[in-house]
């Protein structure tokens, strides 16, 4: 089955700088790639996706890299702000296989003022 | 519209007990899912429906069971309860991932579980 690895666990940033968060995956047949962004006692939000047919995706301050050679992706955060701090989840997923999603272990991001 | 709920948010059992997790979706999904959260192991598939009256076993299957009777309802079991089975479980919801439609999974608000 697929296999998500992602790093960092743990980032620390200051206000305005930017994050880089990396996934690698295993199944070449995995061709979409949503990114989950969860607060404290929340629920796992989407925040970004990108599908295999696409290299960059951006949306204001977020932005997603996939390289299907490499079998790696990243999402890209830049003008961090403290509302950024939270945990976030990369995941692949195969379309023909129920949708069924594989989640890396998650990064915590923290914004420091 | 109040796309994905769960019931109950919160519950204490002992080991041996029995229990059943209730997830509702408003949105006319197709498949359904249930996950486990633990610390630093992020989410992982315990089990999950393509439609109604299938299932069928994710990552973490053992120790769980699930019935979709109707479509909007999803049911997670835990017929004798163990303390490894402590964890925040989530339910989500989503479209069947064709071809240029989105399959973003929709989550519930999860439900905090602990057995002593």
């Known amino acids: 089955g697929e296999n998500v690895e992602q790093h960092p666990s743990t980032l620390s940033v200051q206000e305005g700088d930017s994050a880089v968060i990396k996934c690698t995956y295993s199944?070449?047949?995995?061709?979409?790639f949503p990114w989950y962004k969860q607060e404290l006692g929340k629920r796992p939000q989407l925040i970004i996706d990108?599908?295999?047919?696409?290299g960059e995706k951006k949306d204001q301050r977020i932005a997603v890299t996939l390289n299907k050679t490499a079998k790696h992706f990243s999402l890209h955060i830049t003008e961090t702000q403290p509302e950024d701090s939270a945990v976030y989840f990369c995941a692949a997923l195969n379309t023909g296989t129920a949708s069924k999603l594989t989640f890396g272990t998650g990064t915590r991001l923290q914004v420091t003022l | 519209n109040a796309g994905v709920t769960q019931t109950p948010k919160f519950r204490v059992l002992k080991t041996g007990q029995s229990m059943t997790l209730l997830c509702a979706q408003d949105?006319?999904?197709?498949?359904m899912y249930w996950y486990r959260q633990d610390p630093g192991m992020g989410l992982r598939l315990i089990h999950y429906?393509?439609?109604?009256?299938?299932?069928a076993k994710g990552e973490v299957p053992d120790g769980y069971n699930v019935s979709r009777l109707k479509k909007q309802n999803f049911l997670l079991g835990l017929e004798s309860a163990a303390p490894s089975q402590t964890s925040v479980y989530f339910c989500?919801?989503?479209?069947?991932?064709?071809?240029?439609?989105?399959?973003?999974?929709?989550f519930g608000p999860g439900t905090r579980l602990t057995v002593l």
């Open positions: 990108i599908r295999s047919n696409v």
């Open positions: 949105m006319n999904h197709e498949y």
């Open positions: 989500a919801s989503s479209t069947p991932g064709t071809s240029g439609r989105a399959v973003e999974q929709f």
């Open positions: 429906s393509v439609g109604e009256g299938t299932t």
């Open positions: 199944d070449s047949a995995s061709n979409y």
